[in-house]
């Protein structure tokens, strides 16, 4: 993978501060499970990240006015088993619970419309629709 | 230069394919001033890099065009993006889309043409892409629905390999021209427990190795009763590789003997 294991300096009283460029963290923006109040936005972060990451990492790459940051490890279920009855196990992962400052709010919005799909004249998926119903025409079985 | 490449993209697709295709080069044209695209005409986007924190955000960007002059610049702002987490959702009009169309991913050969300003806004660019697409990916498992054209996370992904690549050579070879070492991080070439010679790298302490009572107890010799177990090792490799060399030309004996005109293939 790109970025090998990332050793920080170590900090002495005195040195200058700590800067990371091109962070390779990723957050997950996600749906609550749990009704969460209006100024807050629940992210799935890597577990190496802290409170302070997430908020600079927000302030700095989103410009996004951040408050208050809460995070837990959630435990990825060892339970479940596999055809040879070995335990598989689900990743653990970290949430944090952002809180937005300056009185603003946001709502997790739906990402899957309900749309029309009707694809261009002439285009690939036309094609591919207009096979796909011939396909079944053949399949369906005489009256 | 690629300002051409999207100029020709922006003549020849109509305007709702400009948006569409080539996300990477769309990420980009978001922080690029010189063409003269629709979403330019919407806020160029500053990322606010430690790089920038002290400059203005009026600062001109640094892949000016030539032909940039006053009157093509008529849709630039240069003030920040004011999105803030609407970037970690897609364009409004692909939500619902079955598919959503995106261009090749950035090779390493196209990166090594540009400076190093433009890889790093570049990264926060793909950074952003990838956010955006990780959370589509988990929003659609969440509703049990298929997520839109999934290759574009492995494209992310790649583009930010090969992004890293040529970032790690840059810096390599600045660091043997100003100082003559290969490495960033020093190291040497120590022996473990059982007899492997392996490259340690040497970690930052606050205090002299020989205050530091964890790593006294590490043991870069091998001690003497490890020998048996070392000599019967090498035995089972040089066994193994023999054994190998042995049936690649038993086989090859064998096709020469059912096909006597046949070319040894060079290996």
Known sequence: MPVTRIFYPLYQLGNPQLRLFRPNWFLTLVRPGKEQPPDTVQFRIPMEMTKCDVKSYLEKIYNVPVGVVRTRIQFGSNKKRNHLNQRVKQPDYKVAYVQLAQGQTFTFPDIFPEKDRTPTEGSMEEMQEKFMEDEKQRQKLDP | ?267
């Open chain 2, 1 to 267: 230069m690629w300002q051409d490449a999207l100029l020709n993209m922006a003549a020849c697709s109509s305007a709702g394919r400009v948006l569409s295709l080539c996300r990477r080069f769309q990420n980009v044209l978001r922080i690029s001033s010189a063409t003269n695209i629709q979403r330019s005409a919407v806020n160029v986007t500053k990322y606010h890099c430690q790089l920038y924190r002290e400059t203005s955000p009026l600062v001109s960007p640094f892949w000016s065009s030539p032909t940039s002059t006053a009157s093509q610049c008529r849709g630039l702002h240069t003030t920040i993006s004011r999105r803030g987490l609407e970037e970690f959702f897609d364009l409004p009009e692909n939500w619902g889309e079955a598919n959503v169309k995106s261009g090749a991913p950035w090779t390493a050969k196209q990166l090594r043409t540009k400076s190093n300003e433009d890889l790093h806004k570049l990264w926060y660019v793909l950074l952003k892409e990838k956010n955006m697409l990780l959370t589509l990916e988990q929003e659609s498992k969440r509703q049990r629905l298929q997520m839109p054209s999934p290759e574009r996370l492995r494209k992310v992904e790649r583009s930010m390999f090969r992004l890293e690549t040529v970032v790690t050579e840059r810096e390599t070879a600045l660091r043997l021209l100003q100082t003559g070492q290969e490495k960033g991080r020093p190291g040497a070439w120590r022996r473990n427990l059982f007899g492997y010679i392996y490259w340690y790298r040497f970690k930052e302490y606050a205090i002299p190795w020989y205050m530091n009572k964890r790593y006294k107890r590490k043991t870069f010799y091998t001690p003497h009763f490890v020998q048996p177990h070392m000599r019967l090792r090498l035995e089972k490799h040089l066994r193994d590789k023999t054994r190998k060399a042995n049936s690649e030309k038993q086989k090859l004996a064998k096709l020469k003997e059912k096909f006597p005109l046949m070319k040894v293939p060079a290996s």
